[in-house]
């Protein structure tokens, strides 16, 4: 019997099958963590709560004084995911993504100076350090008397990782560093820096992890850039010149260095995620403060439909942006160790609600909303760097879609060499190619169901979505299996419709998890007591409804030709052609 804790969901998925034992019941948090947040949560609301105009004047400012930093550093937020036997706080990943989501609520800048630290600057030496390496490192990281970075982009490799420039040449029992970073949260007033760099200077790829450190000869940071948003974290350029880096500095094995990123990067998709939905859930409670407060037309603006439907958007956003982030930390804690394309959609989910939320904020509170005076503004262009960084949204839809379709291409091979073997073999060509045909059949048809195409798990009182879901799952499927048919190997090049698939996918799970977290609250409350939420369910899986419909028909019908005939013109042109002066 297959390991459950190496099964994906979402690949899973892709073959038509709903893997239920591993969202229901939805997970929680320990009781004994919860203790320990409530505490957290305290200690930062009477801690950061009434600083709002201290963040607006760092945001201003474009730094974050030295005295509130060591604040942080007091109140062990630098320890928050070290073991306890380091001397940190030993969270797992539902509580740490909690904990960032209230700093997410209070001030990105803070938010991304915590996250930067734990989800990526160390992460690397938690997952693959040796003992010596964590005996040696983490005592001070946990105190954040040492801050983290994560050092990976270059000028030349952004999205493309793979292709840095950053050189690692042997010299004895050394290794001599060279290169350039760019853009590096915590840059300025971190000490540990995990870098990546090529250790061989043949093509790309055979990247190496190295610990190194601020007093190493050679290394430097640049100046504080001026940014849009996060303004107060520092990000500066990290420079390499003839670092002497002990091979005691290796993180991971040699030459798996770009794995050791991958790696870093899904693992701290959670705490991004946290602190989206901290983000929310503050714009939220300003939009509802705004709303009721704003007098027009002789009534407060909370009463028009219009401001409701935002408000009320916001909400759903929110529960589904939530859902998605816990159980994605949830897995992690209990150990899934295929977790990547969840994690994955987690953050596009996560980031992209908060956007709208903070969009449509900035709406409701109208002109005031545009003033530097309220924090609208801020939140909007803090929230903005989300969906860039730690992986574009973009890329991370394509990996989405490639990256889940992986066990259904295995299939098509399998079904493919079963062709070849009713040729050469008959009997055990029929058996696996009769299997595959049924299959299909059952999920074109949806008249024979799969054993594992529908819920068992779930309950009565979410029936209806349920379904719902079970149909898109069904189309899910078909469609992946009809678009690997078409393209085959050129899949990779196939950008729109894999992103469509993307959508399909991040759509499900999201509604997944929605599914999951109410099925298991109306189990748990009752249904009167769950109303509201089953409220949000029955809107979000109505609207996921309606998308994934019309990405799985733009499939077939579509503008894709013309609107990328229009760019080659443009890009051609260097230029719109149709001013009429
Ligand atoms: C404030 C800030 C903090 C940061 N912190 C860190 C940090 O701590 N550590 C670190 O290593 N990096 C950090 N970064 C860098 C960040 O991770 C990169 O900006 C990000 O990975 C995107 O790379 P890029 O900016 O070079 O964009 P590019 O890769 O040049 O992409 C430009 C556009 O093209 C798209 N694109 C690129 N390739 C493809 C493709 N194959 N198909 C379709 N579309 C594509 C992208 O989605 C994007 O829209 C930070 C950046 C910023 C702005």
Same mark, same amino acid.
């Given at each position: 019997m297959m390991d459950k804790k190496t099964v994906s969901f979402m690949r899973s998925l892709c073959l038509g099958e709903i893997e239920e034992e591993i969202l229901v019941p939805f997970p929680e948090p320990k009781l004994a963590e919860k203790e320990t947040l409530q505490a957290i949560v305290g200690t930062l609301k009477s801690m950061l709560g009434p600083r709002e105009k201290e963040f607006a004047a760092w945001d201003r400012a474009g730094e974050m004084p030295a005295p509130f930093l060591q604040e942080l550093r007091e109140a062990g937020l630098f320890g928050l995911v070290v073991p306890e036997h380091h $001397?940190?706080?030993?969270?797992g990943a539902t509580a740490y993504s909690r904990v960032i989501q209230e700093l997410g609520r209070y001030d990105g800048s803070i938010a991304v100076t915590v996250g930067a630290h734990s989800s990526i600057g160390m992460r690397g030496l938690l997952l693959f350090g040796t003992e010596e390496q964590k005996a040696r490192f983490l005592p001070k990281l946990a105190t954040g008397e040492t801050i983290a970075a994560f050092c990976l982009t270059e000028p030349g490799a $952004?999205? #493309?990782?793979?292709? @840095?420039?950053t050189t690692a040449v042997r010299d004895g029992d050394d290794w001599i560093l060279n290169g350039e970073k760019l853009w590096i949260t915590n840059g300025g007033i971190a000490d540990f820096f995990t870098v990546f760099a090529k250790t061989s200077l043949e093509g790309r790829g055979h990247i190496t992890a190295f610990i190194v450190t601020? #007093? &190493?000869? $050679?290394v430097s940071t640049g100046p504080h850039e001026d940014k &849009? $948003? @996060?303004?107060a974290s520092s990000t500066t350029t990290v420079v390499m010149e003839d670092v002497r880096v002990p091979a005691a500095n290796v993180l991971g094995e040699l030459g798996m260095g770009f794995k050791v990123a991958m790696k870093i990067l899904n693992s701290g998709r959670t705490g991004l995620g946290g602190g989206a939905v901290g983000g929310m859930k503050r714009l939220i409670e300003a939009s509802v403060g705004q709303a009721r407060d704003r007098v027009q037309f002789g009534r407060? @603006?909370?009463?028009?439909g219009s401001i409701k439907q935002k408000i009320g958007q916001m909400v759903v956003d929110c529960y589904a942006a939530e859902s998605v982030v816990n159980l994605v930390a949830g897995l992690a804690d209990r150990g899934f160790e295929d977790t990547a394309v969840e994690a994955a959609i987690s953050k596009v989910a996560s980031t992209e609600a908060l956007w709208r939320t903070a969009d449509e904020a900035l709406q409701i509170a109208g002109g005031a909303g545009y003033m530097r005076e309220l924090p609208y503004e801020r939140v909007l262009r803090d929230c903005r760097i989300n969906r860039i960084f730690e992986g574009t949204n973009e890329i991370l839809r394509l990996f989405i879609a490639l990256a889940a379709m992986h066990d259904v291409v295995e299939e098509l091979k399998d079904l493919a060499a079963s062709v070849r073997g009713v040729l050469a073999d008959p009997v055990k060509g029929f058996g696996v190619l009769s299997d595959y045909a049924r299959r299909r059949a059952s999920l074109a048809t949806g008249l024979i169901r799969r054993e594992k195409g529908r819920w068992t798990l779930l309950g009565p009182a979410v029936a209806g979505e349920a379904a719902l879901f079970e149909d898109g799952a069904r189309q899910l499927a078909l469609a992946t299996d009809r678009l690997l048919r078409l393209h085959g190997k050129k899949i990779v090049d196939a950008q729109l419709p894999t992103r469509r698939l993307a959508d399909v996918m991040i759509d499900l799970f999201t509604l997944a998890a929605v599914l999951a977290r109410v099925s298991t609250r109306v189990e748990d409350h009752g249904e009167a007591a769950t109303a509201m939420e089953r409220e949000i369910l029955r809107t979000f899986a109505r609207q996921a409804k309606r998308r994934i419909d019309a990405s799985l028909a733009g499939l077939d019908e579509n503008e894709d030709t013309g609107v990328q005939a229009l760019a080659d013109h443009v890009l051609e042109a260097g230029r719109y052609g149709w001013d009429n002066l």
């Open positions: $001397g940190g706080l030993g969270l $952004g999205s #493309d990782a793979a292709g @840095i420039k601020r #007093d &190493m000869k $050679g &849009m $948003g @996060i303004r407060p @603006i909370a009463t028009f």
